[in-house]
């Protein structure tokens, strides 16, 4: 149980790969069907306070644990346990994550696969000339094909488990410092055209402004999964990578760059959306398949359309590879740490997680008659059970251990900036972050 002498090249390298991590499907494809589902404005602003309160502090909880102990997240908080004569049961938590990560990457794997084939389908001009009716049957049609829900599937984690296995390294890097400014620069031009609809006006007050009595008792708990899931927070993933952060890196100024990244790329992308779907006359509330059809609608009505929507599928497809390899890479780093080696950890894990991504990926077409629990289609359940639930649970248990098990000269050093950033972080922590989960967590349990 050695410690990890790797170290990411910079401090920039290390924003970029959380930034890489962190901007993914949860910006462009969920955040704005989880908003269009919960009523606009008043999800949103949940949604931001709960970032600002639970995401952003177990953040930096779950990155201090990854670098006090620069180990793989279950030898970390095993080492940190035992080291200070607490249980080392704590490893089990490293566990924990790596069964959340395994769901999450199912049908993340899935949903990609859906960019694939729209990718193709853009590229090869088969969204011009439609009508915004056909272009919302034909997601309905590609998703009752299993075959080629699963060949998409099948390929993407084939890209995802091919990095992992060969090592996340400096491509994972250059991929992210080329993909993260055009990824920008695309979703600002799409703003730009929003501008020019006529459902703009309407996007930006449905967006902004509030309405306290549409929320719900599950908007609260899509708000505060979103806010985990969005921050790659909660199943110890970030552990991970911070296990490699330099030594002289401020930790709260790079969690600070990454999230209002993150968020940035979440508000463009539903700027932009719910303009085509104020102008379109569409309904905000469609489901997963929101971006899918609102996206192709607006570039067929642009000069060039098509080059345009391929372009932003390639984007889209490289920052959710960016979050897969992050997904699944803990996950590799603990099989190898049983002592498998990274190409066999990675196919063993790549099988389970196609298995595991049947369920979903079945969900719209042979078992959509399937319902479980509370009446939930497979694909609906496969989200919510490890983003709605796993994820808060584990960012609890993870801001326990920091707050309590970590000893503070140790958290110090590990946050890098100061013993007052320390304290006023603990007491956030303490006396904010953790009841407030347990509130929402409970009220979750207890009315379901
Ligand atoms: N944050 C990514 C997204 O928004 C998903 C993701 C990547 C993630 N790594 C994670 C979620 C680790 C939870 C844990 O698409």
Same mark, same amino acid.
């Given at each position: 149980?050695?410690?990890?002498?790797? %170290?990411?090249?910079?401090?920039?390298?290390?924003?970029?790969?959380?930034?890489?991590?962190?901007?993914?499907?949860?910006?462009?494809?969920?955040?704005?069907?989880?908003?269009?589902?919960?009523?606009?404005?008043?999800?949103?602003?949940?949604?931001?306070?709960?970032?600002?309160?639970?995401?952003?502090?177990?953040?930096?909880?779950?990155?201090?644990?990854?670098?006090?102990?620069? %180990?793989?997240?279950?030898?970390?908080?095993?080492?940190?346990?035992?080291?200070?004569?607490?249980?080392?049961?704590?490893?089990?938590?490293?566990?924990?994550?790596?069964?959340?990560?395994?769901?999450?990457?199912?049908?993340?794997?899935?949903?990609?696969?859906?960019?694939?084939?729209?990718?193709?389908?853009?590229?090869?001009?088969?969204?011009? #000339?439609?009508?915004?009716?056909?272009?919302?049957?034909?997601?309905?049609?590609?998703?009752?094909?299993?075959?080629?829900?699963?060949?998409?599937?099948?390929?993407?984690?084939?890209?995802?488990?091919?990095?992992?296995?060969?090592?996340?390294?400096?491509?994972?890097? %250059? @991929?992210?410092?080329?993909?993260?400014?055009?990824?920008?620069?695309?979703?600002? @031009?799409?703003?730009?055209?929003?501008?020019?609809?006529?459902?703009?006006?309407?996007?930006?007050?449905?967006?902004?402004?509030?309405?306290?009595?549409?929320?719900?008792?599950?908007?609260?708990?899509?708000?505060?999964?979103?806010?985990?899931?969005?921050?790659?927070?909660?199943?110890?993933?970030?552990?991970?990578?911070?296990?490699?952060?330099?030594?002289?890196?401020?930790?709260? %100024?790079?969690?600070?760059?990454?999230?209002?990244?993150?968020?940035?790329?979440?508000? @463009?992308?539903?700027?932009?959306?719910? #303009?085509?779907?104020?102008?379109?006359?569409?309904?905000?509330?469609?489901?997963?398949?929101?971006?899918?059809?609102?996206?192709?609608?607006?570039?067929?009505?642009?000069?060039?359309?098509?080059?345009?929507?391929?372009?932003?599928?390639?984007?889209?497809?490289?920052?959710?590879?960016?979050? #897969?390899?992050?997904?699944?890479?803990?996950?590799?780093?603990?099989?190898?740490?049983?002592?498998?080696?990274?190409?066999?950890?990675?196919?063993?894990?790549?099988?389970?997680?196609?298995?595991?991504?049947?369920?979903?990926?079945? #969900?719209?077409?042979?078992?959509?008659?399937?319902?479980?629990?509370?009446?939930?289609?497979?694909?609906?359940?496969?989200?919510?059970?490890?983003?709605?639930?796993?994820?808060?649970?584990?960012?609890?248990?993870?801001?326990?251990?920091?707050?309590?098990?970590?000893?503070?000269?140790?958290?110090?050093?590990?946050?890098?900036?100061?013993?007052?950033?320390?304290?006023?972080?603990?007491?956030?922590?303490?006396?904010?972050?953790?009841?407030?989960?347990?509130?929402?967590?409970?009220?979750?349990?207890?009315?379901?």
């Amino acid at each position: 149980m050695s410690e990890v002498v790797e %170290r990411w090249g910079s401090r920039r390298a290390f924003i970029i790969a959380v930034t890489g991590a962190a901007v993914g499907l949860g910006n462009i494809w969920r955040f704005p069907w989880m908003t269009g589902e919960n009523g606009g404005a008043a999800f949103l602003l949940l949604y931001v306070v709960f970032l600002a309160l639970l995401g952003l502090p177990v953040m930096v909880a779950e990155i201090m644990i990854g670098r006090a102990g620069r %180990r793989t997240p279950m030898q970390a908080l095993t080492f940190l346990a035992r080291d200070v004569g607490k249980s080392r049961h704590w490893g089990l938590l490293g566990l924990f994550g790596g069964i959340t990560l395994f769901l999450i990457l199912s049908f993340y794997s899935v949903v990609s696969g859906w960019s694939i084939e729209y990718l193709v389908e853009a590229f090869t001009g088969g969204f011009a #000339s439609r009508t915004p009716q056909e272009i919302g049957s034909a997601f309905d049609n590609f998703l009752a094909s299993p075959g080629l829900v699963l060949l998409n599937h099948s390929i993407f984690l084939f890209l995802t488990m091919a990095v992992v296995a060969s090592g996340v390294g400096s491509g994972l890097e %250059r @991929l992210n410092n080329l993909l993260m400014p055009l990824l920008y620069l695309l979703l600002i @031009l799409l703003v730009g055209y929003a501008f020019t609809t006529s459902g703009f006006t309407t996007a930006l007050s449905w967006l902004f402004k509030p309405d306290m009595s549409a929320l719900t008792l599950t908007a609260i708990f899509n708000a505060m999964g979103h806010a985990f899931f969005t921050l790659a927070v909660g199943a110890g993933a970030l552990m991970a990578y911070g296990a490699y952060m330099p030594d002289d890196q401020s930790l709260p %100024r790079a969690v600070i760059t990454v999230a209002v990244l993150d968020v940035a790329v979440a508000l @463009l992308a539903g700027i932009a959306i719910f #303009s085509i779907v104020f102008s379109q006359g569409m309904d905000p509330a469609s489901g997963p398949g929101l971006m899918f059809v609102t996206l192709p609608i607006a570039f067929a009505d642009l000069p060039g359309g098509a080059l345009w929507l391929g372009c932003f599928f390639v984007l889209l497809l490289l920052a959710t590879w960016t979050s #897969s390899i992050n997904l699944a890479e803990p996950m590799v780093a603990m099989l190898g740490s049983a002592g498998l080696t990274r190409p066999l950890g990675a196919l063993i894990i790549g099988v389970g997680v196609w298995l595991m991504g049947l369920p979903s990926a079945l #969900s719209f077409s042979i078992w959509s008659d399937v319902r479980l629990f509370n009446d939930m289609a497979l694909f609906d359940l496969a989200t919510t059970l490890p983003i709605d639930i796993m994820l808060p649970i584990g960012g609890l248990l993870i801001a326990v251990f920091a707050v309590w098990v970590v000893e503070p000269p140790r958290a110090i050093a590990a946050i890098g900036a100061g013993e007052r950033f320390y304290r006023v972080w603990r007491a956030v922590v303490r006396w904010i972050s953790i009841p407030l989960l347990i509130l929402v967590l409970l009220g979750f349990f207890l009315m379901k």
